[in-house]
């Protein structure tokens, strides 16, 4: 198994362009997740899904855009990047069913830097 | 709101040394509470996990930690540190293991010679 994918690792933008980061995993989790971490500020929720075809925000979805078409994929797209949004995303996953491990895997991470 | 504090935003421990990094949590039941750790450009790996049963935990490179439910606490231990443990740790607190997770600000741990 992968585990969970991140691609790009590394991104740098110009403000107001959009982009989507990719998310996938192998492991037929249902619950997924993206996170942001900026220093002193641990990481904070920004979108999550519970199943293919449901999505809901998490703490700073602002200027985030997220769809969950299949179980394996979570792209998180930005829409009109602004500095505020240089930071490092990660992508998490976990089973949701009875048994399941109860433990979020997470992905290397998006370090993403907008000017 | 579930919320959760990591006091120690720094801390330095002396290798062999032992180690304990504290955790409060703020939540209206009983929680799932987690210890990851992160290497500088690494992501996060998870050390232990606590749901319910035995208050005193073990993860994994020979960290403990213990629930306390009376304090609201979830302080992570280690009785001998190496240098290799140099790194960033996150208390997180969620109402199930797969839910949303809250996530503290992190205590970044050196460790000198």
């Known amino acids: 198994n992968a585990g969970v994918t991140q691609t790009p690792k590394f991104q740098v933008l110009k403000t107001g362009q959009s982009m989507t980061l990719q998310c996938a995993q192998d492991?037929?989790?249902?619950?997924m997740s993206w996170y942001r971490q900026d220093p002193g500020m641990g990481l904070r929720l920004i979108h999550y899904?519970?199943?293919?075809?449901?999505?809901d925000q998490g703490e700073v979805p602002n200027g985030y855009n997220v769809s969950r078409s299949t179980t394996e994929d979570f792209p998180l797209r930005l829409l009109s990047a602004a500095p505020s949004q240089t930071s490092v995303y990660f992508c998490?996953?976990?089973?949701?069913?009875?048994?399941?491990?109860?433990?979020?895997?997470f992905g290397p991470g998006t370090r993403l830097t907008v000017t | 709101a579930q919320s959760v504090t990591q006091p120690d935003i720094h801390i330095t421990v002396s290798e062999g040394a032992s180690l304990e990094l504290r955790c409060n949590y703020s939540?209206?039941?009983?929680?799932?509470l987690f210890w990851y750790v992160q290497s500088p450009g690494q992501g996060l790996q998870l050390l232990l996990k606590?749901?319910?049963?035995?208050?005193l935990v073990q993860g994994i490179k020979g960290f403990e930690a213990e629930f306390k439910r009376s304090q609201s606490s979830f302080n992570l231990r280690k009785p001998s540190v190496h240098w290799s443990d140099a790194a960033e740790y996150f208390c997180?607190?969620?109402?199930?293991?797969?839910?949303?997770?809250?996530f503290g600000k992190g205590t970044m741990l050196l460790v000198s010679p």
């Open positions: 997180a607190v969620g109402p199930s293991g797969y839910s949303t997770l809250t």
């Open positions: 939540y209206g039941a009983t929680p799932y």
């Open positions: 998490a996953s976990s089973s949701t069913g009875t048994g399941g491990s109860y433990e979020q895997y």
């Open positions: 899904s519970v199943g293919a075809g449901i999505t």
């Open positions: 492991m037929n989790h249902e619950y």
């Open positions: 606590y749901f319910s049963g035995d208050t």
